[in-house]
């Protein structure tokens, strides 16, 4: 109720969405959660996906959203993926002006969107 609106084309932003939270299902192992959070900080509304993961070293993060380029895990080498969906949720955040960022820490990625408020 808190989170105010922002300007986003709805087919789009589904598409995103819906891919970032399935590559978080997809690279979680059975029985643990995924996080979803939303916040508004200075005008701005910020949407963070996360999943347990273990660590992604900063080279191979700053190549994540390249096309056809996976991450090399115990989880990308037993599941199905072409390593188009970050490139696609890139381009589609860039077309709709979203800021869109991944973090890697230890047993944890993050995936987060920042919109712009509609409502300042």
Do not use: W
Not at 52 to 74: G, Q
Not at 107 to 115: A, V
């Amino acid at each position: 109720d808190n989170i105010p609106y922002a300007k986003a084309d709805g087919d789009r932003l589904l598409q995103v969405l819906l891919n970032l939270v399935g590559n978080a299902i997809k690279y979680t192992k059975d029985e643990e959660a995924i996080t979803i959070n939303t916040k508004c900080e200075s005008g701005k509304i910020i949407v963070e996906i996360s999943n347990p993961h273990e660590k992604i070293e900063e080279k191979m993060l700053a190549m994540l959203c390249d096309k056809f380029i996976r991450a090399d895990s115990e989880l990308t080498r037993t599941t199905r993926g072409t390593g188009l969906g970050l490139y696609i949720v890139k381009g589609l955040t860039q077309a709709m002006g979203i800021d869109f960022k991944i973090k890697s820490e230890e047993g944890k990625f993050t995936t987060t969107l920042i919109f712009e408020s509609c409502e300042q």
